[in-house]
């Protein structure tokens, strides 16, 4: 089955650690990923997709992924965790129109 | 530019009543989307629309489950008898056309009803 799972549900990282979040993918899927965060009480807000350009996509808030054919991943890293980046993490993809989401990874930032 | 709007924020209703949600897409977007995302979970599709018809309804879990959008702009997700195993947070989204392969169109959020049904 079309599928994204993501490795973690909960991350915690020191503030100016690095952020590794992990997603991999089924090779049914198609090759259009995203990633999305949620802060508590608003809505998902794209931050990267990856739509079979350049494997290495850069998004918001200094947020990047790469896109690994060979490994099914699609990992999110940032070098240096701020505060502000605590929040709910969904890795996606794109089928026909609708998105489909993976379960979550909550990520916390330790002062 | 003002985003997507859910009304209301919150709703709690009984075992067996009817409810509606309401969502305000961005100005000018064609395509609407509702998902429902349950405690811990990632956000499940639902419906979605382009224009007024329903172009993909695959995932409204049963019967019970109806949404319209009769002008192309508002939609309302319209629940019947409801359970308890309804209560989740149902978010909207819209875009500005229906994506396609590569998907185009970004999807941008509303923040969401969270329904409880006691």
């Known amino acids: 089955a079309q599928s994204v799972t993501q490795l973690g549900s909960h991350v915690s990282v020191s503030e100016g650690a690095l952020v590794l979040l992990r997603c991999n993918y089924s090779?049914?899927?198609?090759?259009?990923l995203f990633w999305y965060v949620q802060y508590p009480n608003q809505g998902l807000q794209l931050l990267l997709k990856?739509?079979?350009?350049?494997?290495l996509v850069k998004g918001i808030n200094g947020f990047e992924a790469e896109f690994k054919k060979s490994e099914t991943s699609f990992h999110l890293t940032k070098p240096s965790a701020h505060m502000s980046d605590a929040a709910e993490y969904f890795c996606?993809?794109?089928?026909?129109?609708?998105?489909?989401f993976g379960s979550g990874t909550r990520l916390s930032i330790r002062p | 530019g003002a985003g997507v709007s859910q009304t209301p924020s919150n709703k709690v209703t009984e075992k067996g009543k009817y409810v509606e949600l309401r969502c305000d897409p961005i100005?000018?977007?064609?395509?609407l989307y509702w998902y429902r995302q349950s405690l811990g979970q990632g956000p499940e599709f639902l419906i979605y629309f382009q224009g007024t018809g329903a172009a993909d309804d695959s995932g409204l879990p049963n019967d019970r489950f109806f949404a319209v959008r009769p002008e192309g702009s508002v939609s309302t997700l319209k629940i019947q008898r409801t359970e308890r195993g309804d209560s989740a947070v149902y978010l909207c989204?819209?875009?500005?056309?229906?994506?396609?392969?590569?998907?185009?169109?970004?999807?941008?959020f509303g923040p969401g009803t969270r329904l409880t049904v006691l």
């Open positions: 990856y739509t079979s350009a350049a494997t």
């Open positions: 989204a819209s875009s500005e056309g229906t994506s396609g392969s590569p998907p185009v169109y970004t999807q941008y």
């Open positions: 996606a993809y794109s089928s026909a129109s609708k998105i489909i």
């Open positions: 100005s000018g977007h064609t395509a």
């Open positions: 090779s049914s899927v198609p090759p259009y």
